[in-house]
């Protein structure tokens, strides 16, 4: 996506899919041009982020690029009154505010480039990435391959029985895998004697 000369100032571009996809590869490469075209650039991600490094923004591939941990989606407003693009990564780890945040910086003529899961290990919708989604000028939905027959995959399937929607891990505790795949999976977990309730005497 080539949007570093646009003629107008101030917009929001998303990057979403699963584990395994290349988010946090094409948010670092957005970010890189603009640093190269001598814009002011500042990154965040969410303090619990800390799986490669505490205060990079690293993808699966070893890319990285540094950035500031924040608490809080609020803290993000506090830090950007001189930059030209601002880029977020793990959105979906950022309460509902992430959204007004976002739009904010946008209106005031930031180009903003935000990375996040748009589904968690259930397939349903994660955190705030819907809303950023809608909101967004620009939305970039980017796949994995299955692991487990080679299609495009766009489920990240959880390979722990932990069921908090918010498990930080990598290869150790996520497969991307395809709609079909994901399917069977799911209705086989379901179907184990180990998922089903334990009988009441």
Not at 58 to 73: F, K, L, M
Not at 82 to 107: H, T
Request: charged letters at 30%.
């Amino acid at each position: 996506m080539f949007l570093e000369n646009a003629s107008r100032k101030g917009w929001i571009e998303v990057v979403c899919g699963s584990m395994f996809s290349g988010k946090t590869e094409e948010l670092i490469r957005r970010l890189k041009r603009a640093q190269f075209a001598h814009q002011r650039v500042e990154i965040f991600k969410p303090r619990i982020d800390v799986r490669y490094s505490e205060e990079q923004v690293v993808s699966h591939d070893a890319n990285a690029i540094r950035s500031t941990p924040v608490e809080s989606p609020q803290n993000i407003l506090l830090m950007t009154s001189d930059v030209d693009v601002v880029g977020i990564d793990e959105a979906q780890f950022f309460d509902d505010s992430i959204v007004e945040v976002c739009r904010q910086l946008a209106d005031s003529g930031i180009r903003v480039i935000v990375a996040g899961l748009d589904m968690d290990y259930t397939g349903k919708p994660f955190g705030p990435m819907p809303a950023l989604m809608a909101t967004a000028e620009y939305v970039t939905k980017v796949h994995a391959i299955c692991v487990r027959c080679g299609n495009l995959a766009h489920h990240s399937h959880r390979l722990t029985r932990d069921d908090k929607q918010v498990m930080l891990g990598a290869q150790d505790s996520y497969e991307p895998i395809c709609r079909h795949c994901f399917r069977e999976l799911r209705l086989a977990e379901e179907q184990s004697p180990e998922r089903r309730e334990p009988k009441k005497d």
